[in-house]
């Protein structure tokens, strides 16, 4: 029996952390033992619990309450919380996701106390390292025996790196969640109907990233674009707690009058949402890659993406901060046929189950 330390914090953590979490419960429990650490980055009920809920996850064994403040103290204040779980609970692993603070902070509490550490989604880069994201997934990279690498371009990036060992094309467990909750999202959300939404007929939006949210220009660029889209197409926005902040702060709100802005939504409302909408625009890397998923054409309002796949497919297209570039890019992505409409380079949605494995086997 293995002992592993799973540390999640953000919501698309939890997501990838549910398919591995299932995987090892329904195949791998009398191998391997999970104890679940939620540092608390994502805090409110729409932003965490929920998700814990419609995922299935079980109750965290540690929830560290942890949010807020610079990134330097969010991850000073996780490292310390989690070096002392990690005393307490000596695992063979701890298992990290993504390119967060609590990704960051949970792979060198492990390294630094001689504890394995495995990446999952290791090795993307969109070589932008103003992006706190791309510092976290360079270092936490580094300090990893294996990585769990979602693309073969993941693989060759490391490779570029000098990094060849325990390096592991897994697949995308993103993937694997897209496969098993798109049909019950369908079916069990009732999203549309609350909203009053016809499938494609509307264009879903998100904007959270710091490059967007903390630079004053390009946020009122963004919203400017989103309140002009929403004359000739409606716009749904859920609104990530602190984008809504300083949208306020700055006064921006007239901008969004026509926009039908709403909290966080529910995970499988989220989906139903992306399958349903005609167009979806963002800057998060997750939802690139679910509007790839459901075949939904995509505008990324960054200059860069780890999911180059998603471009080359004819799928996303990237836009950066410019209101009249996502304008104009809203009205081609819609009509242009996109290329390659069958290719999959994200895995076959068993991602989950290599991973469980190569952690039994290493």
Same mark, same amino acid.
């Given at each position: 029996?293995? =002992?592993?330390?799973?540390?999640?914090?953000?919501?698309?953590?939890?997501?990838?952390?549910?398919?591995?979490?299932?995987?090892?419960?329904?195949?791998?429990?009398?191998?391997? !033992?999970?104890?679940? /650490?939620?540092?608390?980055?994502?805090?409110?009920? *729409?932003?965490? =619990?929920?998700?814990?809920?419609?995922? #299935?996850?079980?109750?965290?064994?540690? *929830?560290?309450?942890?949010?807020?403040?610079?990134?330097?103290?969010?991850?000073?204040?996780?490292?310390?919380?989690?070096?002392?779980?990690?005393?307490? %609970?000596?695992?063979?692993? $701890?298992?990290?996701?993504?390119?967060?603070?609590?990704?960051?902070?949970?792979?060198?509490?492990? /390294?630094?106390?001689?504890?394995?550490?495995?990446? /999952? %989604?290791?090795?993307?880069?969109?070589?932008?390292?103003?992006?706190?994201?791309? /510092?976290?997934?360079?270092?936490?990279?580094?300090?990893?025996?294996?990585?769990?690498?979602?693309? %073969?371009?993941?693989?060759?990036?490391? !490779?570029?790196?000098?990094?060849?060992?325990?390096?592991?094309?897994?697949?995308? $467990?993103?993937?694997?969640?897209?496969?098993?909750?798109?049909? !019950?999202?369908? +079916?069990?959300?009732? $999203?549309? +109907?609350?909203?009053?939404?016809?499938?494609?007929?509307?264009?879903?939006?998100?904007?959270?990233?710091?490059?967007?949210?903390?630079?004053?220009?390009?946020?009122?660029?963004?919203?400017?674009?989103?309140?002009?889209?929403?004359?000739?197409?409606?716009?749904?926005?859920?609104?990530?707690?602190?984008?809504? @902040?300083?949208?306020?702060?700055? #006064?921006?709100?007239?901008?969004?009058?026509?926009?039908?802005?709403?909290?966080?939504?529910?995970?499988?409302?989220? $989906?139903?949402?992306?399958?349903?909408? @005609?167009?979806?625009?963002?800057?998060?890397?997750?939802? +690139?890659?679910?509007?790839?998923?459901?075949?939904?054409?995509?505008?990324?309002?960054?200059?860069?993406?780890?999911?180059?796949?998603?471009?080359?497919?004819?799928?996303?297209?990237?836009?950066?901060?410019?209101? #009249?570039?996502?304008?104009?890019?809203?009205?081609?992505? +819609?009509? @242009? %046929?996109?290329?390659?409409?069958?290719?999959?380079?994200?895995?076959?949605?068993?991602?989950?189950?290599?991973?469980? #494995?190569?952690?039994?086997?290493?």
């Amino acid at each position: 029996m293995i =002992k592993v330390v799973t540390v999640v914090g953000a919501r698309p953590q939890f997501i990838k952390a549910a398919a591995v979490s299932r995987v090892i419960r329904d195949t791998y429990a009398d191998q391997v !033992q999970e104890i679940l /650490v939620h540092t608390g980055q994502h805090f409110d009920e *729409n932003m965490s =619990k929920v998700f814990f809920d419609e995922l #299935d996850i079980p109750k965290p064994n540690y *929830n560290l309450e942890i949010s807020g403040g610079s990134h330097g103290l969010m991850t000073g204040r996780m490292l310390e919380a989690i070096e002392q779980v990690l005393l307490k %609970e000596k695992p063979d692993w $701890v298992l990290v996701y993504g390119d967060t603070n609590s990704t960051l902070a949970g792979a060198l509490a492990a /390294v630094k106390l001689h504890i394995r550490v495995a990446h /999952v %989604e290791a090795g993307l880069r969109s070589f932008n390292m103003r992006m706190p994201e791309e /510092v976290n997934r360079v270092m936490a990279d580094r300090i990893s025996t294996l990585l769990f690498c979602p693309t %073969e371009a993941a693989v060759k990036n490391l !490779q570029l790196e000098g990094v060849k060992s325990g390096v592991i094309n897994s697949g995308d $467990v993103m993937y694997d969640v897209a496969l098993t909750f798109r049909d !019950q999202a369908r +079916q069990r959300s009732t $999203v549309l +109907q609350r909203l009053g939404l016809t499938e494609k007929a509307f264009t879903l939006a998100t904007c959270h990233r710091a490059e967007n949210t903390d630079d004053p220009t390009r946020l009122k660029q963004i919203m400017s674009a989103l309140g002009s889209i929403a004359n000739d197409l409606p716009v749904v926005l859920p609104l990530h707690p602190r984008t809504r @902040k300083l949208i306020y702060e700055q #006064d921006l709100q007239p901008l969004l009058d026509r926009v039908t802005v709403l909290e966080p939504v529910a995970f499988l409302d989220m $989906v139903a949402l992306e399958q349903a909408a @005609k167009l979806i625009l963002t800057d998060s890397g997750g939802v +690139q890659k679910e509007a790839f998923f459901y075949r939904v054409p995509c505008v990324t309002m960054r200059e860069e993406t780890e999911w180059v796949e998603t471009v080359h497919a004819g799928m996303n297209m990237l836009v950066g901060a410019d209101t #009249d570039k996502i304008i104009q890019a809203t009205i081609d992505m +819609q009509s @242009k %046929e996109p290329a390659n409409n069958d290719a999959q380079p994200y895995g076959n949605g068993r991602s989950a189950f290599g991973i469980v #494995d190569a952690l039994v086997k290493h």
